[in-house]
């Protein structure tokens, strides 16, 4: 059973930066796949970022070249470094995890980051 915790939400103000932190137990945090996402209100919940047990990386449209992902295996840690803040990226951010043998999916339960114009 993998858990999940996140932190480092808040406010902010349009332009700033904040740096979330999802840090997990259970499983074998380095083979897994792992994402954040986020859901603001009245809205679908939406991938913003993944990488693989490999390092490759992936983002929205709406988040490349102001937002980066990482992970630190050793920590049991995935980070999102979120930079040039927009009020539209105020949303729950969830961390998700994904074990690639099982397809089998985790989700944290979430931070909250507000961005005020």
């Known amino acids: 059973q993998v858990q999940l915790v996140e932190s480092g939400g808040g406010l902010v103000q349009a332009g700033g930066s904040l740096r979330l932190s999802c840090v997990g137990s259970?499983?074998?945090?380095?083979?897994?796949?792992m994402g954040w996402y986020r859901q603001a209100p009245g809205k679908q919940r939406e991938r913003v970022a993944t990488?693989?047990?490999?390092?490759?990386?992936n983002y929205a449209d709406s988040v490349k070249g102001r937002f980066a992902i990482s992970r630190d295996n050793v920590k049991n840690t995935v980070y999102l470094q979120m930079n040039s803040l927009k009020p539209e990226d105020t949303a729950v951010y969830y961390c998700?995890?994904?074990?690639?043998?099982?397809?089998?999916?985790?989700w944290g339960q979430g931070t909250q980051v507000t961005v005020s114009s």
């Open positions: 259970g499983g074998l945090f380095s083979i897994n796949n």
């Open positions: 990488i693989t047990s490999s390092g490759s990386t």
């Open positions: 998700n995890a994904v074990q690639p043998l099982s397809g089998r999916a985790y």
